[in-house]
């Protein structure tokens, strides 16, 4: 298996086994992942009944508090905390069941809590934990204490449509997150650059894949600031050179300024990557000829081998893995166009290339809407997309 991520290379957490005495396992990883995400309270409170056979028992909520509420006290969101527990009470006080004490303190300090460290210049800013569960068997388990559960921590917006975009989580990039992390062999020991990386979820996992560089890049400042933070909050240290070191790991993140509208060729052929990412970034009909022609300039370049490399070996061109939900045909089909016109060639691999499912507790991430696309210089797109293609859908186990 080789090009696994091994589990304890990441903030792994101890499995739920143990955490809840009689309580059906998978319900209590559902219940604890889907707080952490902060997926809707009501999401939650499904899993917590699940959990309980059908009601919030006392057992159940020891276990809420021991693995959802005491580690959130101070860092988790605290309207989020308040809506939960407020819901969480109110469900087990219409039952006529009996509320733990714990629960009734913390809503009662929760109410007194200040909002204003939750905001950050006006727009409201969560930490939220995304938990990839893998399948039992993905993992080489090289100790009983290794689990499969992966949890990338990322601080966003909670505020998709007020400016700031960059600084949510697009269900793309979970998609992508899933792909990259379903097949880490593609992104292993490759060099990866992505163009509108937003809170960074997608250069995460190509450090946990291996990834041999990762070049993360976005136009908008801020944005650059928030992915920034994300990669210290998930151990990707900054070094002297501004660049992020995968610990214990030979991965290294860069952070990039590159508006599309101005990146400049030789700035671009500079990054030489062998994998060009993109998650939702084909929305804004303005932005696309710029797109497009970032895009033509790294996908038509031969990519130039290091001094170790085997130089009787045929050279590679880079492909593209765009990710996206479509909202507006007319804009894909103008994105079609440009694509055509600059001599590229796309792949759907929507029907065939579909990742694990890692995320099967976020009910508020709906994977159907999500297209999957390969991109690539027509001179060799044919070949280029074949071995890729091939590549994508072998299961990495
Ligand atoms: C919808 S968000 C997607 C963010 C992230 N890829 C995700 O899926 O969660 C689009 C991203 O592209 C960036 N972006 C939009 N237009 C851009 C441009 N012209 N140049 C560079 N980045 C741009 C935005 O700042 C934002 O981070």
Redesign the pocket.
Known sequence: MSGLIKARSLSMVPPMAGGGQGLPPLSCLYLVSSFLAMEPTDTVLTYARLCGGGSVTESVQRFIWDRCLREAIGKSHAPYLRNFLKKLISEIELKHGDVLDELYELLTNSLAYSNEANSLNGNVRALKCISFLFPEDFYEHQSCSMTNRLLVSLSCSLNMLEGD??????????F?AEYILSYPQIFSKKSCF??????G??GICLAHAKANEVIL????LS?LANMKLNLSLNNLNLDDNHEFEYLKSQSSVKCLH????S?AETELLALNPDIIL????I??PS?LP??VR?LSTLLHHEKSRSPFEDMSSPKEHPVAYI?SVIRNTETFDRFLGLLEAANLAIVDLTPTCQPLSLLPYMQSYNRSTIRFFMLSGKQNGSQASQSSLKLGCIPAN
């Open positions: 975009t960059g600084c949510s989580i697009w269900p793309s990039s979970l992508l992505e163009l509108g990386s937003g809170v979820l997608v890049s976005d136009g908008d944005t590159l508006p599309w509208e990146a993109g998650a939702d970034i929305y804004n932005c710029d797109l970032v990710s």
